[in-house]
């Protein structure tokens, strides 16, 4: 991203707390550089490793987790998931 879509995903974020970003088709590697570069509008902001079971590729050394794919709906179907989903209640714990 340029210095310009930067600063005018940070003028969003300051405004609305939140950004959608439907339909987007990032590989794990694409995420990390966006967040990387979305983070470093912030000083003293950094991407942190888990050691969470959610966590997806290995970034920072074994059972280091620096993406962790937890959400509220399906990943294979993009339905979001029943309040009462057992799998919604386990990602619930690894936040």
Do not use: C, M, W
């Amino acid at each position: 991203l340029t210095e310009d879509q930067i600063n005018e995903l940070v003028e969003l974020f300051e405004r609305y707390s939140v950004l959608v970003f439907k339909s987007a088709k990032l590989s794990d590697q694409q995420l990390v550089t966006f967040a990387s570069s979305f983070a470093a509008a912030y000083p003293g902001a950094s991407l942190e490793a888990s050691e969470s079971p959610a966590g997806a590729a290995n970034q920072r050394g074994a059972g280091r987790r620096l993406i962790g794919k937890i959400a509220n709906f399906d990943l294979g179907t993009g339905q979001i998931l029943p309040s009462s989903s057992k799998v919604l209640k386990h990602r619930a714990g690894n936040g």
